[in-house]
């Protein structure tokens, strides 16, 4: 089911190509979603679109489960997520994803923090409170403060349940629940002992130091050839039949080669870019089912 959603919405990407052009007259855009997506790319496309056309974007956050109730339901023209919309969520269902970019979550530490690697295992125990202090990582010896986000439905919260526990419900023992990646990255940039994991596309714009993971770093190329292991789609969401001519439009132009290029300038990869990455993402599904971690069960 996971393959068949993907080729889904890599057509549907194709076949925005052929939406046509918007009059200046039209409204603005109301766009609200992942605070991640937003970042990696959104800022500045909105910026280009609007010099383009004339016609305003207005970017609001909330998270991916907004960003795909709201579009899905007409309350916004576009909607943005780093998770696929859920089937089981009625509230869920008329939602229509458009892949545009890739990104990776990627765990990171305060700056004067002297760890710098973590093993694809050793993630999965700190979440579920198997380890617990940085000497065991090899850093100073103190608690590990760990910063999730509340609640399983969360772009980075499901992702990472699924990439390293291959588990929805998996629990994590955290020292601080925050209600949104924002916390997260914001406690870990002023807690010496905090730990996280969040989008690369908005550590990267915080004070804070990023892992490698295995020895891989999260750098451009890495996560464009799927060397390093949780990338995930970042995605533009409408409500399934909009036919508006101003959400097409934007579409359009996201998903065109100038689209691609301005988010490619801001260090993200273009969708387009690394299709290969939707069938290695199969590696990443049976990694984490032959991990074991799914299994682990805090007491």
């Not at 603005?28 to 992942?34: D, I, K, T, V």
């Not at 399934?240 to 101003?246: Q, T, V, Y």
């Not at 990694?287 to 805090?298: F, M, Q, V």
């Amino acid at each position: 089911m996971r393959l068949a959603k993907f080729f889904t919405v890599i057509l549907s990407a194709g076949m925005f190509l052929v939406f046509s052009q918007v009059s200046k007259a039209d409204d603005a855009l109301q766009w609200a979603g992942c605070g991640i997506t937003k970042k990696a790319f959104m800022e500045e496309l909105a910026k280009a679109y609007t010099t383009k056309t004339g016609i305003e974007v207005n970017l609001s956050g909330g998270g991916a489960t907004k960003g795909i109730r709201s579009a899905a339901k007409g309350a916004i023209h576009i909607g943005g997520a780093c998770r696929v919309s859920l089937d089981q969520h009625p509230e869920e269902r008329d939602a229509f994803q458009i892949p545009v970019a890739w990104d990776t979550l990627v765990p990171f530490v305060h700056l004067d923090n002297p760890v710098n690697n973590i093993t694809f295992k050793q993630l999965g125990q700190v979440y579920v409170g198997e380890i617990t202090n940085w000497k065991q990582l090899g850093g100073k010896d103190a608690p590990i403060d760990l910063y999730v986000r509340r609640g399983k439905l969360s772009g980075v919260g499901r992702t990472l349940r699924e990439l390293v526990f291959s588990n929805y419900d998996q629990d994590f023992k955290a020292t601080y629940v925050v209600k949104s990646s924002g916390p997260v990255e914001k406690g870990v940039e002023i807690n010496p002992n905090g730990f996280g994991v969040t989008g690369v596309s908005s550590a990267r714009k915080r004070q804070v130091k990023l892992l490698k993971l295995d020895g891989t770093a999260p750098t451009y190329e890495n996560i464009k050839n799927g060397s390093f292991a949780l990338y995930r789609p970042l995605y533009l969401v409408i409500k399934r039949g909009d036919s508006r001519p101003l959400v097409r439009d934007f579409i359009q132009f996201a998903v065109s080669n100038e689209g691609q290029d301005i988010i490619r300038r801001q260090g993200t990869v273009p969708y387009a870019e690394a299709l290969h990455l939707v069938m290695k993402q199969l590696d990443q599904f049976e990694r984490a089912s032959s991990s074991g971690l799914h299994e682990t069960k805090i007491k």
